[in-house]
């Protein structure tokens, strides 16, 4: 409201404005800066939900399946149905994930096809070598007409070259080597009066699978480097045990063993490559049972507490067989007319 004052009347012109009418645009201005704010949010919020749903959770994805490729799981697969530019780049890892599965699978393929070959190549090596003096044995038994001793001894060798020659299953139970390693100590026995053994193994130890002839070149070490090396040892000794999640077998002889220095020098052997001057029978063990069971496994050699020489044969324990009762076989030395 304004009031002017005319010199010539002497009265006041007066002149008012409504105040809604003068605070008209300041409302309007105020009420559309409000909207275009609410538009402005409104349309952010829009950006950012388009951008979460189409950019960032496809990439999230995309992260996640690389994520679980580097873990090894090479069999994930993204699943969108976007029709933008990451289907391309879904359709692209998808592809990817498989080529890398089948390699792998490939790959796993031809190293077990190899690791099988490798056994069945250390498996061969391990010929036993005294079949001729078995049979040289049977013909001077013969000719003495000692027919117990020709039976004994070919039942024997029949046993043991039954199992030795069966090549169509790689892998035998401990209990299926145990059986073994009597037919072998009661040939020997045979042939060497001197020789008694005993075999305690626990129960759950028994179906164990083990390469096949694992303990058979062990014990014929000790045999022929063991006791047949002086007249006044005999004995054998095998126990089998498991402790801390490891299966150990003990081969111990009363023979004169050796030294602590040779001990070292032949557990250094064990690990290098194969030399011309080394009997191949422990080398080969040694390298099957790491086939096998892998590079915790191995043999190892130290002194035995009868006197002579022990070897160790320690592998991982697999998963747990079923309880079995414990094996324990005694092998008395023979007397001059035992076999009569």
């Known amino acids: 409201m304004s009031a002017v004052k005319s010199p010539q009347l002497g009265w006041y012109l007066v002149d008012s404005v409504p105040l809604d009418q003068m605070l008209g645009p300041i409302s309007f201005s105020r009420n559309l800066f409000y909207l275009s704010m609410a538009l402005l949010f409104a349309i952010g919020i829009s950006a950012s939900v388009l951008l979460y749903r189409n950019v960032q959770r496809p990439i999230i994805k995309l992260i996640r399946g690389l994520q679980s490729v580097q873990r090894g799981d090479f069999s994930v697969q993204i699943k969108e149905k976007a029709s933008n ?5 879904f ?3 998808n592809e990817m994930s498989r080529q890398i599965q089948d390699l792998v699978e490939k790959v796993l393929g031809e190293k077990l096809r190899a690791r099988e070959a490798t056994l ?8 036993p070598h005294f079949l001729y003096n078995c049979l040289g044995y049977i013909i001077n038994m013969a000719q003495m007409k000692e027919q117990e001793a020709v039976v004994s001894m070919a039942y024997n060798l029949s046993a043991y ?8 299953r790689q892998t035998g139970s401990i209990e299926e080597e145990i059986k073994l390693i009597v037919n072998y100590l009661d040939i020997q026995k045979l042939r060497n009066e001197r020789i008694y053994y005993t075999i305690d193994i626990q129960g759950e130890m028994l179906k164990q699978q083990v390469p096949r002839l694992l303990i058979q070149p062990v014990v014929e070490n000790a045999v022929i480097h063991g006791v047949a090396k002086t007249y006044s040892s005999g004995e054998i000794r095998i126990r089998g045990e498991v402790s801390e999640g490891l299966c150990k077998i003990y081969i111990d002889d009363d023979g004169p063993g050796m030294t602590p220095e040779q001990q070292e020098a032949l557990n250094r052997k064990m690990k290098e490559p ?3 001057e080394m009997g191949c029978g422990l080398w080969n063990t040694n390298q099957r049972i790491m086939h096998q069971f892998g590079d915790g496994s191995c043999l190892h050699f130290t002194k035995s507490p009868l006197g002579g020489f022990r070897t160790e044969i320690i592998w991982q324990m697999p998963v747990p067989e079923e309880p079995r009762h414990p094996l324990h076989i005694k092998g008395e030395p023979l007397h001059a007319d035992d076999h009569r």
């Open 161 to 168: 070259y039954r199992y030795t020659t069966r090549m169509e």
């Open 85 to 89: 530019e990451f289907s391309f780049l």
């Open 274 to 276: 194969l030399q011309e």
């Open 120 to 127: 069945k190549q250390l498996q061969a090596q391990i010929n």
């Open 91 to 93: 359709y692209r890892f």
